[in-house]
Each structure stands twice: as C-alpha cells, then as structure tokens.
C-alpha cells in the first residue's frame, strides 16, 4: 500500500512539474480562444539556438488546411521574444484564431548576436519551415500572410517585400523558397533607416542592425530598408501607425505607402490620432476590424 502511495505522489509530482513546464514555455496560450492547439518550440532551423523557435496555435477541431498569419515581434531589433507584443493585442490573436486562420510566432537572433541581414535570414528559414510542413500541421502553404510590430513590421515588410526579388543573402543555404505572401499587415515598423533622426549615431538600434550608423553605410542602409524592394509584382499591405509614435516616425510608414502607390500595390495606411509607439490603442474594435477585414480579403 505505501507503495502504490509513493508511487502516485511521484506521478502526480511529475504531471504537476510537467504542467508548470508547459504553462512557463507558453506564457501567451492564455490569449487564445479555448481549445486552440498549440505546437509549442518547434526548432525551425534544426539546431539548439533558442532563437531558432516558434509556435503554432491552429483553431479547434481544424477540418481541412486552415489559413496562417505568421507574427513577427518587435523589440529594436536586440530584444523581445514570440510572446512580445501579443500581450496588448490579446483581442486581435484571438479573433484570428477565431476566424479559422493559425497563427505562427517566431523568433529571430538578436542584432547583438548576428548583424543583418541574420534576423531575415532566420525569419525566412521559419517560413521555409512551416512551407515544408504545412501538411503535418494542417496549413495551407497557398495562403500565408505576414503581421508584424515595429521591428518585427520592418522585417515582415522586407519579407514580403523581397520574396519576388529572389535576394540571395536573405535566405539559409538550401532552404526552400516556394512559399509567397498574400498580405502584410505592418504596424509601425521602419521603411528607410536612412530617415532616422539618429543616423549618425552608431549605437543606434538602426546601427547595431546594420553593424553602422546608417549614414556611414548607406549601401547597408539601403539593403535593409523595406522602400528598396518595392515593385508592382508585391502583395497588398495594411500599415498602421501612431500618430504620436516617438520612436518610429509616422513620416516612417507614409514613405512606404506613398512608395506603394507609385507601383500601384494595393495598401492602405492608418495614422491612429494620438497612439504612441505600440500599447492597447492598437487592440480597439476600430482597428481590430480593419486588421480582420484585410485578412479575410487577402486569405479568402
């Protein structure tokens, strides 16, 4: 008898340890309609860096191959991690799962471990990722969109950007490249670094991207600054931007809408009246609804 009792405070110690495992791996599951699956850590790149993850959280009881918006956090480049930034756009993840889309968060080296264009390198790998096994986790490969925030706006601005432009340092070695974009849903996320106020500074975020201060570098400026791909043959866009964002300039998204329009690639741009940088005023029905509307017409 004491030992059928030891033996299941052991297996209820183990499931307890188990469960407080899963809860600290994924502190965003929370945000999520109940019953969303969740693929968590999933090593895209077949190695050990914790970079080098992501997750995957699909709708319930998912019949067939289900739509993926793929989420790229923010954080200057050298910061944040696959959780940031949903932490205030609680009711915008949830409805996309609601709406019957996955959603896909990734992570990326930091400009303080590799300079760019590594953070494309790996964002791009992610991708290849969840290309490659879209059958095992009931995606459909024809319908992937990009959302990102600040940092992570201006790296899925340049993935959607460069997809058609077959840049060569943008992409791991041998890693497939059959994947394109539908859509990009950018929110407040860099064009031009050569249009920050601090482009002399060389411990600018923009510098430590760069391994520069952009004005000292303009050709490596230039190669990371989403306004350079720009072509007609580019997916719609959806940017969004506080008007009072002190970090990023407004000038910031108005420069790749306007580049946008000179190609004739469909986008629309929000200037939310008095938003700052990133935060709750992004998460109202207002521009909830725009983000899903856009969604729905570029993943239909």
Known sequence: MRMKIKVSLLLLSIVVTL?????????????????????????YNNDTLQKHLLDIYLPANVKGKVPLVIFVHGGGWLSNDKYADMGYMKKTVAEIVSAGFALASIDYRFSTQAVFPAQMQDCNRAVSFLYDNAEKYAL????????????????????????????????????????????????????????????????SAESILIGAAPIARPDLSKAASP??????????????????????????????????????VANELIIVKDAPHFGPMFDTDEIRDKVMKFLRAQLK
């Open 19 to 43: 469960s407080q495992a899963y809860c600290q791996s994924n502190r965003a599951i929370d945000y999520f309609p109940k019953g969303t699956v969740l693929h968590a850590n999933l090593k």
């Open 140 to 203: 459909d490969k024809s319908r992937f969109a990009l959302m990102g925030f600040s940092a992570g706006g201006h790296l899925a601005s340049l993935m959607g950007l460069s997809k058609n432009n077959r840049v060569k340092d943008f992409f791991m070695r041998g890693t497939s490249q059959g994947f394109s974009f539908k859509g990009v849903v950018d929110f407040y996320g860099p064009s031009e670094l050569l249009l920050f106020p601090k482009n002399d500074d060389a411990t």
């Open 227 to 264: 306004v350079t791909y720009v072509d007609k043959h580019d997916p719609p866009f959806l940017i969004i931007h506080g008007e009072k964002d002190e970090s990023v300039p407004p000038k910031q998204s108005r420069l790749l809408s306007a580049w946008l329009g000179v190609y004739g």
